[in-house]
Antibody, heavy 118, light 107 residues
Framework: QVQLVESGGGVVQPGRSLRLSCAAS????????IHWVRQAPGKGLEWVAV????????LYADSVKGRFTMSRDNSNNILYLQLNNLRADDTALYYC???????????WGQGTMVTVSS | EIVLTQSPDFQSVTPKDKVTITCRAS??????LNWYQQKPDQSPKLLIK???QSFSGVPSRFSGSGSGTDFTLTIDSLEAEDAATYYC?????????FGQGTKVEIK
């Protein structure tokens, strides 16, 4: 079964850090770029970041650049998103998503919730 | 940044109605436009990719059209299970962006 499973979310104070994980199964993880997309409570979808299949290229939304960092371990089929210096407006459900050959998100995880609050 | 503007924001429809949602891009994005359906408390699901290609397993009542800056998602003969929020998404240029969403409610 092709799937992505996120974990690592939680409640954290402003300025603190969190690391999210995205575990893949059922497909050849090492040949796909993976993205993070977030959704604030009651709001729409916001693209956050992407890492290429081999980890050589990462791109980030301006809203998280310099604070969030992606990494991946292709030998264990897992991707990470390190969230530093968290702010209240980072509060959201964070999804990892696989992208296909034409740039569509064809597989999504169930999401992991990050709440930034004092 | 490419801005995607969907219309309408909300639509209340009756089963068997035809539903049309439009997505306008602030720049030419060719065919790099995708459509997703998101039901409450669920992850988004891909419906249409590359403007008009149906994703595997998606019912044939869903179709997409358009290119350049103007795109349309059409639901022929709406069913009750189609109540959801629909998003367009451009993958032409980074940062990738989404439309604000169109909520479809069943009367």
């Amino acid at each position: 079964q092709v799937q992505l499973v996120e974990s690592g979310g939680g409640v954290v104070q402003p300025g603190r850090s969190l690391r999210l994980s995205c575990a893949a199964s059922g497909f050849t993880f090492s040949i796909y770029a993976i993205h993070w997309v977030r959704q604030a409570p009651g709001k729409g979808l916001e693209w956050v970041a992407v890492m290429t299949y081999d980890g050589s290229i990462q791109l980030y939304a301006d809203s998280v650049k310099g604070r969030f960092t992606m990494s991946r371990d292709n030998s264990n089929n897992i991707l990470y998103l390190q969230l530093n210096n968290l702010r209240a407006d980072d509060t959201a459900l964070y999804y990892c998503a696989r992208v296909d050959g034409v740039g569509a998100f064809d597989i999504w995880g169930q999401g992991t919730m990050v709440t930034v609050s004092s | 940044e490419i801005v995607l503007t969907q219309s309408p924001d909300f639509q209340s429809v009756t089963p068997k109605d035809k539903v049309t949602i439009t997505c306008r891009a602030s720049q030419d994005i060719g065919n790099s436009l995708n459509w997703y359906q998101q039901k409450p408390d669920q992850s988004p699901k891909l419906l249409i990719k590359y403007a008009s290609q149906s994703f595997s397993g998606v019912p044939s009542r869903f179709s997409g059209s358009g290119s350049g800056t103007d795109f349309t998602l059409t639901i022929d003969s709406l069913e009750a299970e189609d109540a959801a929020t629909y998003y367009c998404h451009q993958s032409s240029r980074f940062p990738w962006t989404f439309g604000q969403g169109t909520k479809v409610e069943i009367k």
